[in-house]
């Protein structure tokens, strides 16, 4: 090879060289770019993933809150009504267990299995007792002080029980316990 095909080489290569640059530049800048917006893409929704996480926590938090509140409430006025038959004990017993319903059906469509189990337990129990004390009062007009004891005793046993059990369910789906 002569030093004229030799430098000829060198400048075709160099010519090349010269317009293919910004072409590789131009490629290579597309693909950092490409791979920022998919970063910057994925960055959004793992921030929306952790927001809808966060909103749907505290929602289940407060349908917990105001469950396991009509709960109690319920179980209040089941016990309020084995102690003094009254129209106000009647209403403040509806009312809790309209309550408690109404809370109920909010949890059963967005609680977990785990929490769903113990809060139907939980609805059983009171219904159990709703159902003997009902059954009393159709019965009887006051309610025979046997019976009274054996509804106050599921009530501070099992009726309780079920409670604490739907409780720690809740408090564990929440992270609140270990």
């Known amino acids: 090879m002569s030093a004229s095909v030799t430098a000829l ?3 075709v290569v160099g010519v090349i060289g010269t317009l293919l640059a910004p072409i590789f530049a131009q490629r290579l800048f597309m693909k950092n770019r490409q ?3 998919q970063s910057a893409r994925r960055q959004r929704l793992d921030e929306r993933q952790v927001e809808a996480e966060r909103i749907g926590y505290e929602q289940r938090k407060d349908a917990y809150i105001r469950f396991n509140a009509s709960a109690r409430n ?3 006025a089941l016990k309020n009504q084995t102690f003094d038959t009254t129209d106000d004990t009647q209403a403040d017993l509806e009312l809790a267990r309209d309550e408690f319903n ?3 059906s909010e ?3 967005i609680a977990p ?6 809060a139907h337990l939980t609805s059983t129990e ?3 007792v ?15 002080a046997m019976e009274q004891e054996s509804v106050r005793s599921q009530l501070n046993e099992s009726v309780r029980a079920a409670i604490q059990r739907l409780r720690e369910a809740m408090r564990q789906d929440l992270g609140t316990v270990p």
């Open 9 to 11: 080489l060198v400048a």
């Open 102 to 104: 109404r809370c109920y």
């Open 113 to 118: 299995d785990k929490v769903l189990e113990a």
């Open 130 to 144: 709703y159902g003997r004390i009902k059954a009393l009062e159709a019965s009887v007009s006051t309610i025979e």
């Open 35 to 37: 791979l920022e917006l």
């Open 74 to 76: 319920f179980r209040q």
């Open 107 to 109: 949890v059963q469509l």
């Open 126 to 128: 009171l219904a159990t």
